[in-house]
């Protein structure tokens, strides 16, 4: 009863964060204690990041690793339709008596497919959003995948209905798991006791690419005097975005503290969170500050919206800019006290509906759905 995940992915990211608490709640020998059975996880990994190997090794997940590897598109193009990497998969895929291929990244789509075609296994996708439903150059690809899975899990509604708007001969086989975080892990902490003076202190986390915004909640930052900002993550914008920062005159506003295996801290120091995002599909970062007890500032994106309600478990903008993000922000400035109810709200929010256990227990259900109905590719 074997499940191996494909990871082919330069960095690492909301993607892979989901899949260590999908599979970690295991023993040595990766039996997955917390549904009670003997379902084991397996994680094949293609990647040049060693901090991604890092991730899964400390979380004690069972990695058959391809070594070092390249990225790019030709190299994307090489793996996915070439026969030196299926044939290591399928490989990797007998030796470890798979059942199921669980498909993780863009990258992973093809060359998971061809590999499980060869042994007629079943494949479940993650949609962990909704960039190969938007991007030309990746449609054409995933497209051939989602044609020949048995299920395509959506972590949110929103990326479900993108999925389904552009391909409605997919409906059947879509399904919605959300994301879960760790709740014991994740847990509230009091808020710091030193200030430097009466600002607000938000942090924003994840990787630091056009797409999340970051630029966006600079810009809404240098309109409010009394709030700093900690980002934490790295990315190809880090340099653009410490321009910007200098630019605006934000020094001594707003820090820089890069990759960070352990982000807890960095929301504990804050008062809140905050989601700048032009697109996402649901936001596991934003979900471990709530589940920490920080209501969250966010832009009215994707499926931000599923998660952070307007008036009870933070601020949502009224309004896609700079602007309307800068009100909201300064909104949870003024009012502290308010600011502690509405992260209160967001832990139980959490807790009750996004959680690890709810996110295995969904998991497991599209898994025996597959056994039981013999869904194989073709």
């Known amino acids: 009863m074997t499940v191996v995940h494909i990871v082919v992915a330069g960095e690492v990211g909301g993607a892979e964060r989901m899949l260590v608490g999908l599979a970690s709640a295991q023993s040595a020998g990766g039996v997955d204690r917390v549904n009670r059975n003997e379902r084991k ?10 901090r991604l190997r890092a991730l899964f090794r400390d979380a004690g997940l069972v990695v058959d690793d391809r070594g070092p590897a390249r990225e790019g598109p030709l190299t994307y193009l090489a793996r996915s339709l070439g026969r030196a990497d299926v044939a290591w998969v399928s490989e990797m ?12 990244t863009f990258a992973s789509q093809v060359l998971g497919t061809r590999a499980a075609l060869r042994l007629g296994l079943p494949v479940v996708r993650t949609e ?14 995933s497209r051939w995948s989602l044609q020949r899975v048995g299920a395509a899990v959506c972590i949110s509604e929103h990326v479900r209905r993108v999925a389904e708007d552009k391909a409605p001969w997919a409906a059947p086989i879509l399904r919605v798991v959300p994301n879960g975080v760790d709740v014991d892990h994740f847990a509230p902490r009091p808020h710091r006791t030193e200030r430097n003076g009466a600002r607000t202190r938000f942090v924003a986390l994840g990787r630091l690419e056009p797409r999340k915004g970051l630029d966006i909640a600079l810009e809404a930052l240098a309109a409010i005097p009394d709030a700093e900002l900690d ?5 190809e914008s880090r340099d653009s975005l410490e321009r910007q920062a200098a630019r605006l005159g934000l020094e001594g506003r707003v820090r820089f503290l890069g990759f960070s295996s352990d982000v807890r801290d960095a ?3 804050a008062d809140a969170a905050l989601s700048s995002a032009r697109t996402e ?16 500032v966010a832009l009215p994106t994707g499926g931000i919206t599923e998660i952070v309600k307007d008036g009870e478990t933070g601020w949502l903008a009224h309004g896609s800019g700079a602007a309307a993000l800068a009100r909201a922000m300064e909104d949870a400035c003024r009012t502290p006290a308010e600011r502690d109810r509405r992260g209160a709200r967001a832990r139980t929010f959490v807790a009750q509906r996004y959680s690890l256990a709810a ?3 969904g998991y497991e259900a599209v898994y025996a759905s597959l056994e039981a109905h013999g869904e194989k590719v073709s």
């Open 41 to 50: 996880h397996v994680v094949a990994l293609v990647t040049p990041s060693d």
């Open 267 to 269: 929301i504990a120091a």
């Open 231 to 235: 980002v934490v993550g790295e990315g």
């Open 128 to 141: 962990h959003s909704t960039r190969v439903y938007d991007d030309p150059s990746c449609w054409p690809f």
């Open 93 to 104: 895929l007998r030796r470890r008596d798979a059942r199921i291929v669980h498909l993780h």
């Open 281 to 296: 599909g649901l936001g596991i970062a934003v979900l471990e500050a709530m589940a920490m007890g920080r209501p969250v």
């Open 359 to 361: 996110m295995r227990a």
